[in-house]
């Protein structure tokens, strides 16, 4: 697994700690299908037919000219889909209940992030194309199939997912005059909604520096991200191996070896 060469002792010491770092990887990468999972919320409860209201929509009165006015278009975009190129220090995560205090620098270059590792152990790059994460250590690069949870919420508005975004407000917060937005992410997929509201900075192009989780009860997590910077990043921090060793999957199918050729099973 890890590389240990010359003294024994000494090669010993280095695997025991090589181990326990490839250990804390493998661990941070299991949780992060259950951190995905943390996004999402019960259904929205739907109406029954019998019950919908009847009313017909008012009818909209012609202008002068005889034409009849369009309403406004409401912002469909994900606002995080806008910020392709950026630093920042992010404190706090979706595993987090409350104010996080957790701090980790992130990267976004194109559709790839970067997040260190917390304690210096290392960093994770994730792809939000294909939600692919690369772990990097010490030792070998390791790989999953799912996004690093440090990449919350910038993942979340998948292909085919609706966004709702309804402006609730404006504040002043750490010294940025910043638009406040409710944002929900449906997802017709799975039938879930990620409920969020974002403080967008003005003066950082509306790049949102606190994010808060909306969930039922007291469960709310608040990531906030200081230190912003837009613009390109240096491409050669999102450089990772194309083959690396596969993280363990959580409840993965077993299997059995079969017995060799020519030797009969042993019966029991």
């Excluded at 992010?90 to 997040?115: D, F, P």
Aim: glycine share 8%; proline share 8%; charged share 20%.
């Amino acid at each position: 697994m890890w590389v240990a060469s010359s003294n024994v002792v000494s090669v010993n010491l280095v695997s025991v700690g090589e181990n326990e770092m490839v250990r804390l990887i493998r661990v941070i990468l299991l949780i992060c299908s259950l951190a995905v999972r943390m996004h999402a919320q019960a259904p929205a409860e739907q109406v029954p037919a019998e019950q919908a209201p009847k009313e017909q929509a008012p009818k909209k009165e012609a202008d002068s000219a005889g034409n009849i006015p369009t309403p406004p278009t409401a912002k469909t975009q994900y606002p995080l889909d806008s910020f392709t190129d950026f630093s920042a220090l992010m404190v706090g995560s979706i595993t987090e209940m409350g104010e996080g205090t957790a701090e980790a620098h992130i990267y976004r270059s194109g559709k790839l992030m970067r997040v260190a590792a917390s304690e210096g152990y290392g960093y994770f790059i994730t792809d939000l194309s294909t939600l692919e994460t690369y772990a990097f250590s010490s030792g070998p690069c390791m790989h999953d199939n799912h996004p690093y949870f440090g990449v919350s919420p910038f993942a979340a508005a998948r292909p085919g997912s609706t966004v709702d975004r309804v402006a609730v407000g404006k504040e002043t917060l750490d010294g940025h005059s910043s638009q406040i937005e409710d944002i929900t992410v449906s997802s017709p997929k799975t039938g879930s909604h990620l409920k969020m509201r974002f403080w967008e900075a003005e003066d950082l192009q509306g790049f949102p520096i606190k994010i808060e989780f909306l969930r039922p009860g007291a469960r709310s997590s608040i990531i906030r991200y200081r230190n912003v910077v837009l613009g390109p990043q240096d491409r050669t921090l999102f450089i990772h191996p194309k083959s690396c060793q596969s993280a363990p999957q959580r409840g993965g199918p077993k299997t059995h070896k079969a017995p060799a050729a020519g030797k009969k099973p042993r019966e029991q």
